[in-house]
C-alpha cells in the first residue's frame, strides 16, 4: 500500500495563505502527475490542480490566479501554494498521485483540512 505525507492544513482568516505538501514514496520513479482535489460538505470532489510531466497544468477556474501547483520531482513531493484564501475554499484538501506503473486513478493521500473564516 503506497502512503503518501500531506501536511500543511489548518486554518486561516479569509484573504490568508496556506500551503501544503504532499510526498510520495521516493521508490516511485514513474509518477506521471500529481495534484490535488478537493471535498466540501455535501459537494462532490474536484480537481484543484495539476501538474503532469514536462509541466502541464491544470487549474479548476475558481482557483486560477490564487493557487500554485509545484512538483519536486527530487523529493517526489507536489505543493499548493494557496494565497487569496476564501471562505468557499473550505474543504478537505486531497493529494493524487498517478504512477504510469500503478492503479488507474493513482494514489490518494488521507486529506487535510483547510478550513478559512474569519
Known amino acids: 500500500q503506497v502512503q503518501l505525507e500531506e501536511s500543511g492544513g489548518g486554518w486561516v482568516q479569509p484573504w490568508g495563505s496556506l500551503r501544503l505538501s504532499c510526498a510520495a514514496p521516493r521508490n516511485i520513479t514513474t509518477i506521471s502527475r500529481m495534484g490535488w482535489y478537493r471535498q466540501a460538505p455535501e459537494k462532490q470532489r474536484e480537481l484543484v490542480a495539476q501538474i503532469a510531466d514536462g509541466g502541464h497544468l491544470i487549474y479548476a477556474a475558481s482557483v486560477k490566479g490564487r493557487f500554485t501547483v509545484s512538483r519536486d520531482n527530487a523529493k517526489n513531493t507536489v505543493y499548493l501554494q494557496m494565497n487569496l484564501l476564501k471562505p468557499e475554499d473550505t474543504a478537505v484538501y486531497y493529494c493524487?498521485?498517478?504512477?504510469?506503473?500503478?492503479?488507474?486513478?493513482?494514489?490518494w493521500g488521507q486529506g487535510t483540512q483547510v478550513t478559512v473564516s474569519s
Open positions: 493524487n498521485v498517478v504512477d504510469q506503473l500503478g492503479p488507474r486513478g493513482g494514489y
